[in-house]
């Protein structure tokens, strides 16, 4: 077939035969339309750029949207095992980036990131998110989930958490002068009745840290912790079965910190820990998977620091496989609420 591009029906049709290729086109998530409109969206994907939450490690965490978008253009493909085409069944779009006017000053950044996920809770729209530092997901439930949110119809969400650290380190009055940092907000949460920790997980801990009662705020609040040489243990199906039992019907929020994989799956990821093997990827998809046909509202992959990653770009491959998966979970909800 050959193309005249200097006709306008030609051109359309040469666009739409190109649009396959991920390297071609304007990078967006997964080669989804940009609209900065959440109205008459389904799934809302959103760039949060943000790094001013977690300044005691490495930088450049407010890089990880673009690097994403960059390469997920690759991953625009059907879910095999969910049998579904999530770009076909549902309308997905990439919403664009979070607007951070003030980007080196984190307390008033998760200001701004929650009122702009109020636009989206009002909306109707599910979130999947690309951080940024852990710091994002504290306002992101602040907009969707508890008394007055849309999204879990005033409902808490249960909390299911990837990470080798908890995050509720609610006994720090602040972490380098910030007080709503990636260290703070699975404390917050549970005690502003955003998330319900009773109906919560937090999965893959393995923190190399500084005091030896570093579980017990997220114990106080009443999380499931399943530090990593539990979940050894457990194995992935008892883990599967404990998250299903622990949350239930409730509204689902999936927060995947890519440093809960080993360091060799994810070697760009913030606060890497190498005195335990982390978890596998397969072994998270397995857990993803496992949760299809539960209420799953939206969720976010942080912690992505591309500066830092292999020439071949593997951290944000990776980061962008879990996103998918996150989709393909909530459109996949969606679809079985039809």
Same mark, same amino acid.
């Given at each position: 077939?050959?193309?005249?591009?200097?006709?306008?029906?030609?051109?359309? %049709?040469?666009?739409?035969?190109?649009?396959?290729?991920?390297?071609?086109?304007?990078?967006?998530?997964?080669?989804?339309?940009?609209?900065?409109?959440?109205?008459?969206?389904?799934?809302?994907?959103?760039?949060?750029?943000?790094?001013?939450?977690?300044?005691?490690?490495?930088?450049?965490?407010?890089?990880?949207?673009?690097?994403?978008?960059?390469?997920?253009?690759?991953?625009?493909?059907?879910?095999?095992?969910?049998?579904?085409?999530?770009?076909?069944?549902?309308?997905?779009?990439?919403?664009?980036?979070?607007?951070?006017?003030?980007?080196?000053?984190?307390?008033?950044?998760?200001?701004?990131?929650?009122?702009?996920?109020?636009?989206?809770?009002?909306?109707?729209?599910?979130?999947?998110?690309? @951080?940024?530092?852990?710091?994002?997901? @504290?306002?992101?439930?602040?907009?969707?989930?508890?008394?007055?949110?849309?999204?879990?119809?005033?409902?808490?969400?249960?909390?299911?958490?990837?990470?080798?650290?908890?995050?509720?380190?609610?006994?720090?009055?602040?972490?380098? @002068?910030? %007080?709503?940092?990636?260290?703070?907000?699975?404390?917050?949460?549970?005690?502003?009745?955003?998330?319900?920790?009773?109906?919560?997980?937090?999965?893959?801990?393995?923190?190399?840290?500084?005091?030896?009662?570093?579980?017990?705020?997220?114990?106080?609040?009443?999380?499931?912790?399943?530090?990593?040489?539990?979940?050894?243990?457990?194995?992935?199906?008892?883990?599967?079965?404990?998250? %299903?039992?622990?949350?239930?019907?409730?509204?689902?929020?999936?927060?995947?910190?890519?440093?809960?994989?080993?360091?060799?799956?994810?070697?760009?990821?913030?606060?890497?820990?190498?005195?335990?093997?982390?978890?596998?990827?397969?072994?998270?998809?397995?857990?993803?998977?496992?949760?299809?046909?539960?209420?799953?509202?939206?969720?976010?992959?942080?912690?992505?620091?591309?500066?830092?990653?292999? %020439?071949?770009?593997?951290?944000?491959?990776?980061?962008?496989?879990?996103?998918?998966?996150?989709?393909?979970?909530?459109?996949?909800?969606?679809?079985?609420?039809?």
């Amino acid at each position: 077939m050959s193309y005249d591009l200097s006709d306008d029906g030609d051109l359309a %049709r040469a666009k739409q035969d190109t649009s396959k290729w991920y390297w071609w086109g304007i990078p967006t998530f997964f080669k989804c339309p940009h609209d900065e409109n959440p109205s008459g969206a389904d799934v809302v994907l959103v760039g949060v750029p943000h790094s001013s939450g977690n300044g005691s490690t490495e930088r450049d965490q407010h890089l990880g949207p673009q690097a994403v978008r960059n390469v997920s253009g690759l991953y625009r493909r059907v879910h095999t095992d969910f049998g579904i085409n999530p770009w076909n069944e549902k309308r997905i779009v990439d919403l664009g980036d979070v607007p951070l006017p003030e980007a080196m000053v984190n307390d008033v950044c998760v200001e701004h990131i929650e009122a702009f996920y109020k636009r989206i809770d009002k909306s109707g729209a599910r979130p999947v998110s690309m @951080g940024g530092d852990h710091s994002i997901t @504290g306002p992101i439930l602040k907009a969707i989930a508890g008394r007055d949110a849309k999204t879990t119809g005033g409902q808490k969400a249960a909390l299911i958490h990837f990470d080798a650290h908890t995050d509720s380190y609610d006994h720090l009055p602040h972490w380098l @002068g910030v %007080r709503r940092s990636a260290a703070h907000w699975g404390g917050y949460l549970a005690a502003e009745g955003h998330v319900d920790p009773s109906k919560s997980l937090q999965i893959g801990l393995r923190g190399h840290t500084g005091t030896l009662d570093w579980y017990e705020a997220s114990k106080e609040h009443g999380y499931e912790i399943v530090p990593i040489k539990r979940f050894r243990e457990l194995g992935v199906q008892g883990t599967i079965d404990l998250i %299903r039992e622990r949350a239930g019907d409730a509204p689902v929020y999936v927060t995947f910190d890519l440093d809960v994989l080993d360091p060799s799956i994810a070697p760009a990821a913030s606060n890497l820990e190498v005195t335990q093997s982390g978890m596998s990827m397969t072994e998270v998809v397995t857990i993803l998977q496992s949760m299809r046909g539960m209420n799953v509202i939206g969720g976010d992959v942080v912690c992505l620091i591309p500066s830092k990653d292999n %020439r071949n770009k593997v951290t944000s491959f990776v980061a962008m496989a879990v996103m998918f998966e996150l989709v393909s979970l909530v459109t996949d909800r969606l679809m079985s609420e039809e």
